[in-house]
Antibody, heavy 120, light 107 residues
């Protein structure tokens, strides 16, 4: 299993970025996926969930209306379109594969992360 | 939203010690509780899910317990590789909130 994020970098407040997560080593279309971020020196913050088919999506309040999660199962890729970026969105962004055991979800594999810096 | 509170926020211990980290949920989450381990500058790694089930390959010196609102992660016979940061996470309902983390340091 490998998850490789890309697309991070420097963005201005109010700007946009699109993050991608390339998946390999497993049948991507069978798995739920998530985005989690970690601000510098801070803890983990769950951002968004997408079901295996892409039909069910959830967001944290902190990004709802600004970020959009989507996936391309044909290309084994997950994306996070980020707009109206704020300084407080500065963080390392991780994609994480979701799995469910006895109806209990958890994140069993994580990418290495991509760094996003929002600054003028 | 369900709030997750970990304690302590940091902990000093020696190789060979036994330590316990606690995690409390703001409402009952049954056993929808997962633990992750994170080394500095690295991605988190799944340690345990469903409160007490070790992920594949995780040493048996790690153990978890709890149900409802109170949970514990215990590490016995601490090894040098265990000195990392540990996070609990509830997966009972979105947002899937994490605890603030517990940094385990070498004494």
């Amino acid at each position: 299993v490998q998850l490789v994020e890309s697309g991070g970098g420097l963005a201005q407040p109010g700007g946009s970025l699109r993050l991608s997560c390339a998946a390999s080593g497993f049948t991507f279309s069978n798995y739920e996926m998530n985005w989690v971020r970690q601000a510098p020196g801070k803890g983990l913050e769950w951002l968004s969930y997408i079901s295996s088919s892409g039909t069910t999506i959830y967001y944290a309040d902190s990004v709802k209306g600004r970020f959009t999660i989507f996936r391309d199962n044909a290309k084994n890729s997950l994306h996070l379109q980020m707009s109206s970026l704020r300084v407080e969105d500065t963080a390392v962004y991780y994609c994480a594969r979701g799995w469910v055991w006895n109806a209990i979800p958890y994140f069993d594999y994580w990418g290495q992360g991509t760094r996003v810096t929002v600054s003028s | 939203d369900i709030q997750m509170t970990q304690s302590p926020s940091s902990l000093s211990a020696s190789v060979g010690d036994r330590v316990t980290i606690t995690c409390r949920a703001s409402q009952s989450i049954n056993t929808f509780l997962n633990w992750y381990q994170q080394a500095p500058g690295k991605a988190p790694k799944l340690l345990m899910f469903a409160a007490s089930t070790l992920d594949s390959g995780v040493p048996s010196r790690f153990s978890g317990s709890g149900s409802g609102t109170d949970f514990t992660l215990t590490i016995s016979n601490l090894q040098p590789t265990d000195f990392q940061t540990y996070y609990c996470q509830q997966s009972h309902s979105t947002p899937f909130t994490f605890g603030q983390g517990t940094r385990l340091e070498i004494k």
